[in-house]
């Protein structure tokens, strides 16, 4: 009889935290609810700080046949950088890929904090990485940490979804 009333416990235990994980996540999805919406379409720009100097970094984010609000920017003959967002058990995560040296494996990272118009997500398997996305109107600005310093800024402007022209970057290659 005993182990019947631990078993019993045991599942209300486990509806009781499901129930709150739920609502837990709903408010982590609805804190997010306006990113889609202010980073999809067309942007121009430059990654103004990388390993190799400044280089052209346009992109266009839309919705692929995956439900992942994805674009791929190419920022120079070596790689391109396929960035991906989605929302999986209500938490946003990026799939980034940067097909350097022919990589094809991506990282996952999830959001971890927002303060302001920035989101920090952050990997668990590379935890020397850091992503810090901010968005503000027509601007929006990618900053990369690896170790906590500084590795890539990126700095983008929305454009005209006509404009099919490539930016060019000071001092780019």
Not at 77 to 105: C, I, K
Not at 113 to 124: C, H, N, P, Q, V
Not at 135 to 153: F, G, R, W
């Amino acid at each position: 009889m005993k182990k019947l009333e631990v078993l019993s416990c045991l599942i209300v235990v486990f509806c009781l935290l499901t129930g709150f994980s739920k609502e837990h996540n709903l408010e982590k999805q609805s804190q997010f609810s306006g990113f889609f919406q202010s980073l999809k379409g067309n942007w121009k720009g430059c990654a103004v700080k990388t390993p190799v100097g400044p280089r052209p970094y346009d992109i266009h984010f839309r919705y692929d046949e995956e439900g992942y609000l994805s674009g791929v920017a190419d920022p120079g003959p070596v790689s391109d950088h396929h960035w991906a967002y989605q929302t999986e058990d209500g938490v946003l995560r990026l799939r980034f890929l940067s097909t350097f040296r022919g990589n094809e494996v991506p990282t996952w990272l999830s959001a971890v904090a927002k303060k302001g118009s920035t989101l920090t997500f952050r990997s668990e398997k590379v935890r020397k990485l850091k992503v810090e996305v901010t968005i503000i109107d027509t601007t929006q600005n990618i900053d990369i940490y690896l170790y906590d310093e500084p590795h890539v800024s990126i700095r983008l402007t929305r454009a005209s979804n006509k404009d099919d022209s490539r930016s060019v970057c000071e001092n780019s290659a």
